[in-house]
């Protein structure tokens, strides 16, 4: 799946987003610095009935928020940026695995390669560009294609 989208129209595609992927729970986040990935987040968490605010976990390594799942029951969602981890046992040190596989919960994962052994086979690869017009582009990439 693809959608390209100016900033004005993410949150209409983040409502898209979550109608396409409504029962999925890990996705990764892959995009060059600068590109929107935490502020695709945060559209998506607010999609998601969020009310906490929502910023980048580049230095706390995991946010943590409640909002609701597709039936309107609450569940967490996660928010991993793991550029600053040196290594997967840094990666596990910090709890990365247990959001992983935290029942009723979403994990988003900014510079997931890191982690690679420890997503689940489920999860959705995702890819985040910038084009020349300032218009985005999300696309779910393989596995494979990683």
Known sequence: MQWIFTLDQLPETACQFWEYFADKHVFTLDGPMGAGKTTLVKALCEARGVQDATASP?????????????????????????????????????????????????SFVEWPDIIAPLLPPDAIHLQLEVQPDQKRVLREIAASAK
């Open 58 to 106: 580049t230095f706390s390594i995991i946010n943590e928020y409640t909002g609701q799942d597709t039936s309107g029951q609450p569940c967490r969602i996660y928010h991993l940026d793991l550029y600053r981890l040196k290594d997967l046992e840094d990666a596990i040190s910090a709890g990365v695995e247990e959001t992983l596989y935290q029942p009723h919960a979403i």
